[in-house]
């Protein structure tokens, strides 16, 4: 469909609702869900983001700045994803847990508030990447009106900018225990680690950057164009200077660049695996 049809379908899904919960993160997807949402329900639409020691400090800012922007009313809400038990193991299922807990969270509040519907901001383009939460939301039904719509995170990008969204170019800022390889012990310690290390980077203007956790080595992947920046003397000084102030012994610069998820793919065809690692069958709504 012409991407005038499917924000055109993705507003009639939500016109069938009474009410909705949107769970904002602040990122491109679930920005332009709330926005979108808004727009259609008004006053029927509850934005709710969790505060936790796995999202940067800085998402949080920009998500309730946004909301404010946007004039929807926002739910803030306290949350530790390392009290969910088998969380801090970080098994390949982690993000089920984690969005199993957040779910469970929006429910309870849609709940006492009498909203009809909890909505999360996956795309069409999630149904081929490593999303254990898209199970967490099957079986607590929570809608994904941004699928249901046929909306691909290029679709999004490119409506939210015809909204002037300030979201619309942002870069992907997926929850910080994805810099942890699977089977590496999370902890709140290791977690403000990698946050500083990344705040230091977006202070010396790199934008789009992952730091990896690898025990003693700081694994940096940034875009290739980028790379040169770091072999400058005063760059990589300052750099190798901060990272072992923040307890790393090495850094180290990955020549494959910067990639989205790049963890995932040591774990082959798997994707939306639950708790018993077994890939349910779709049921997006």
């Known amino acids: 469909m012409e991407l005038d049809a499917k924000v055109d379908r993705l507003r009639a899904l939500l016109g069938e609702l009474p009410s909705v919960l949107v769970a904002f993160s602040g990122g491109v997807d679930s ?75 929006c429910l309870r509040e849609a709940a006492r508030r009498g909203l009809a519907a909890v909505l999360d901001g996956a795309n069409v383009d999630d149904l081929a990447d490593h999303r254990p939460g898209l199970q967490a939301a099957a079986e607590q039904g929570v809608r994904h ?66 730091v990896r956790y690898h025990g003693e080595v700081a694994r940096l992947e940034v875009p290739l164009a980028a790379m040169g920046r770091f072999l400058e003397p005063a760059t990589r000084e300052a750099v190798i200077h901060e990272f072992q102030r923040l307890g790393f012994a090495y850094v180290a610069l990955d020549l494959q660049g910067f990639r989205s998820g790049s963890l995932n793919e040591t774990l082959g065809p798997r994707k939306h695996e639950g708790p018993g690692g077994i890939p349910p069958a779709p049921r997006i709504r």
Not at 58 to 83: K, P, S
Not at 146 to 151: I, P
Not at 192 to 200: D, H, K, L, W
């Open 145 to 210: 009106p941004l699928v249901e719509a046929g909306l691909s995170k290029a679709d999004i990008r490119a409506a939210s900018r015809a909204l002037a969204l300030p979201t619309w170019d942002r870069p992907a800022s997926p929850c910080l225990s994805s810099r942890f390889p699977y089977g590496t012990r999370i902890t709140a310690e290791r977690l403000a680690r990698v946050a500083a290390a990344e705040r230091f980077l977006h202070a010396h203007g790199f934008r789009e950057l992952r």
């Open 31 to 105: 920005s332009f869900l709330l926005r979108v949402a808004h727009d259609v329900l008004g006053e029927r639409c509850l934005a709710l983001t969790t505060s936790s020691p796995t999202t940067p400090e800085e998402d949080i800012d920009d998500a309730r700045q946004l909301a404010a922007a946007l004039g929807v009313q926002h739910l803030l809400v306290e949350a530790n994803e390392l009290d969910v038990p088998g969380y801090a193991e970080n098994a390949p299922n982690r993000c089920y847990l984690c969005k199993d807990s957040l779910f469970v969270i």
